[in-house]
């Protein structure tokens, strides 16, 4: 009798320690097959292993785990992405719906809701931590899309410039990363300085910290 096949699971974390007990978690149930540690991996991973689902952090370097997702959707991939995360703020979870997830889960509930919510993603369901579920549903209720979220102003291409930026990368590395010149890279900097109304670099890098894309 053959056996079916186990569903293929991308995980993208950077921190190794949460990397390893994940792996222990799903070991059982699912195939990894692979592990990657910022979010340019996760889209070149998804497109390379062809994952069944993909288990992603949202604060990544290089490309926060939200924007990757946007990038895999808008790519037409349209493999289910459950966020395994620290950030419980309603907000994340409504730019992490709104982008396309499946799943939300906060680490520390891993490991009573992780399989839970990867079986959800693949029978083609959403899975909500239950510590954040009552608010989002509510949330949603009351506010259909989201208001007043100045990470959500920015265009796809800003936040990624932001992202950098606040990593401490230099325009031309910006801008070699990117694909684009470093005059462009300026470019997209003032625009989104302009709209979030933020006049230094401290500014800058204390809404990046605050919004989940790089960490202290």
Known sequence: MIAARRPRVLLADD????????????????DLVGVVEDGRALVEAARTLR????????????????DALIQLRQSGNQVPVVFLTM?????FA???LDAGASGFVLKHSAPAELV?????ALDGKTYLTSQLA?????????LPTRVGDPLGSLTPRQREVLQLLAEGRA?????????????TVEF???????TLGIHTNAELIHFAIKSGLVEL
């Open 171 to 183: 325009a031309k590395e910006i801008a070699s990363r990117l694909a684009i010149s470093t005059r």
């Open 51 to 66: 994952p069944d689902v993909i288990v992603a952090d949202i604060t990544m370097p290089h490309l926060n785990g939200i």
């Open 116 to 120: 839970s919510a990867i079986r959800a």
């Open 15 to 30: 921190h190794l320690l949460v990397a390893e007990a994940l792996k222990s978690l799903l070991a059982p149930e699912f």
């Open 87 to 91: 950030h419980r703020d309603l907000s």
């Open 94 to 96: 409504r730019r992490a």
């Open 134 to 142: 009552g608010e989002v549903i509510e949330s949603m209720k009351q």
């Open 188 to 194: 997209h900097k003032f625009q989104l300085m302009e």
